[in-house]
């Protein structure tokens, strides 16, 4: 049971450049999530999903798309990386209902820096 | 809106010393109400939660009450070690809707010395 993984560890891009973060969970969780962690802001909410085929978007959603197309991926895209988006970025997921309800699982996170 | 302030850091403690984190929130209704900590390197754990007023949550040695008259979630533990330097977040989830989100607050380093 790998519970949440995140793909890749680390990343450097150059200004406009694209990439791609890959979050998996293997809990058969309903619910998933990405943030960002920038220091002295905590953790802030990018986009989230409550279900395969559904995403919305959080509190910081700009310059930023997502996609849910199996319930155990969830995809986070940077169409054009601007520095500001430099910054270590988790995926957690969730179920909606359960013991573990309220409870999210967090991956061990992607460090992006864009020069 | 909802929100989670704790107190400033960075907090450094010598090893036995007894801690205190403070966490105070803004919210309607009664939110259930989270500490999660991150190990150096690592993503965020649960630490523990508490779902309702005047609830504990407990766990590794840390404490947490739920005080609806003052709006806090302030950790404790007695004797830190060294192994608890991590940075620590308090966390709200709003009770209303299956979708409610976590805030949190800014988190707060703390390092303990041997």
């Known amino acids: 049971n790998a519970g949440v993984t995140q793909t890749p560890k680390f990343r450097v891009l150059k200004t406009g450049q694209s990439m791609t973060l890959l979050c998996a969970q293997d809990?058969?969780?309903?619910?998933m999530y990405w943030y960002r962690q920038d220091p002295g802001m905590g953790l802030r909410l990018i986009h989230y999903s409550v279900g395969e085929g559904t995403t919305a978007k959080g509190e910081v959603p700009d310059g930023y798309n997502v996609s849910r197309l199996k319930k155990q991926n969830f995809l986070l895209g940077l169409e054009s990386a601007a520095p500001s988006q430099t910054s270590v970025y988790f995926c957690a997921s969730s179920s909606a209902s359960g013991a573990s309800y309220n409870e999210q699982f967090f991956g061990p996170g992607t460090r992006l820096t864009v020069l | 809106g909802n929100s989670v302030t704790q107190m400033e850091g960075p907090v450094t403690l010598s090893e036995e010393a007894f801690l205190t984190i403070n966490c105070t929130y803004t919210a309607t209704g009664y939110p259930s109400l989270f500490w999660y900590v991150q190990y150096p390197g690592e993503g965020l754990q649960l630490l523990l939660k508490a779902t309702k007023a005047d609830d504990k949550g407990s766990n590794k040695g840390f404490e947490a009450t739920y005080r609806k008259e003052t709006t806090s979630f302030h950790l404790e533990k007695g004797s830190v070690q060294v192994s608890d330097s991590a940075v620590y977040f308090c966390?709200?989830?709003?009770?209303?809707?299956?979708?409610?989100?976590?805030?949190f607050g800014k988190g707060i380093t703390l390092s303990v010395r041997p």
């Open positions: 966390a709200l989830r709003p009770r209303a809707g299956a979708n409610s989100k976590l805030t």
């Open positions: 809990m058969n969780h309903e619910y």
